[in-house]
């Protein structure tokens, strides 16, 4: 009786043991399914290496478009400021508008508005003053005559008064750009009111000329600048002043000032779009790119493309 329960119990553990080990030594000793089993995971490993590689090839070209990007919209900035001061120079500085004088707060002497005839002596311009002076001075004599408040007589020992005109360029403004310096000058009708008989300057005038805007137009504010000494000197007699001459003391050129900021602001805009285009473009490029990728390694592999990272 005990043998044979000795016997039953080494059968039944002889049949359990081989029951639970032996698919695992069939397992471990079937060199295909190991073979298999191998490539499998060295596929995965390498596709998942190949994905690692393909983002980060997009992180980089993703970089190197926004610094291309970058480049450019600041390169566009520069060329359009290169274009602008190559057109028309350094940007002068804002002029101005010039006021409507009014009545001298100081004491004028009695005898400018009092005397009766004027002597117009020339005295020149500046080397550096955009206008005829002669053309100016005939100018300035002819509207005296027109005013009628003054006689212009030929020399001055006739004269009550000696207008001395000469036209003036001051140095105003100095700017630089990348190595090149601009001066800038304020050109201007400047006229002293002098006594006859004393030889006194009793009073000074200046009327500032606009010497920019359009080069077609400039002859008609040079005049206008004329007209308005003639405005500033009825001012000193205290006579008034017609609508159009307080209008004409004011008015300015248009300059294009507006039309350069358009362009800068355009092209500014132009280069941000096309970084914008750029960039787009190459995260499409680098996206796809990294498609192709991971399908041909799952064709080379045998991996169906349902499976494969992506889709």
């Not at 002293?192 to 606009?210: N, Q």
Request: aromatic fraction near 6%; hydrophobic fraction near 45%; proline fraction near 7%.
């Amino acid at each position: 009786m005990k043998k044979s329960t000795q016997y039953l119990l080494a059968t039944v553990v002889a049949f359990l043991a081989t029951t639970f080990t032996l698919p695992r030594i069939t397992f471990a000793q079937d060199p295909a399914t190991q073979a298999a089993q191998q490539a499998m995971d060295a596929a995965i490993q390498a596709n998942q290496q190949a994905m690692q590689a393909a983002q980060q090839a997009n992180q980089q070209a993703m970089d190197a478009a926004q610094q291309a990007a970058q480049q450019a919209s600041q390169q566009a900035m520069q060329d359009s400021m290169n274009a602008v001061q190559n057109a028309g120079g350094p940007i002068a500085p804002p002029r101005r508008r010039p006021t409507v004088p009014v009545t001298p707060r100081g004491p004028v002497p009695q005898n400018i508005a009092a005397a009766h005839s004027v002597f117009v002596s020339n005295l020149g311009s500046a080397p550096n003053a955009p206008i005829d002076i002669d053309q100016a001075y005939d100018q300035f004599s002819q509207q005296l005559v027109a005013w009628g408040h003054y006689s212009v007589v030929p020399s001055p020992a006739q004269a009550n008064l000696i207008f001395e005109l000469r036209e003036i360029a001051p140095l105003t403004d100095v700017s630089g750009y990348r190595g090149d310096v601009a001066s800038y000058a304020t050109p201007a009708f400047e006229l002293h009111i002098r006594d006859a008989k004393t030889g006194v300057v009793m009073w000074t005038v200046v009327s500032p000329i606009e010497d920019f805007g359009k080069k077609s137009e400039r002859p008609q504010w040079y005049a206008m600048a004329v007209s308005n000494l003639v405005s500033r000197v009825k001012v000193v007699t205290a006579t008034p002043l017609a609508p159009q001459e307080i209008v004409d003391l004011t008015a300015m050129p248009q300059t294009h000032d507006g039309r350069r900021a358009l362009i800068i602001t355009g092209v500014a805009v132009g280069a941000a779009a096309t970084a914008g285009i750029l960039m787009h473009h190459a995260y499409e490029n680098s996206v796809a790119d990294q498609k192709q990728q991971q399908d041909n390694f799952c064709l080379a592999h045998g991996i169906p493309l349902t499976e494969c990272a992506g889709g």
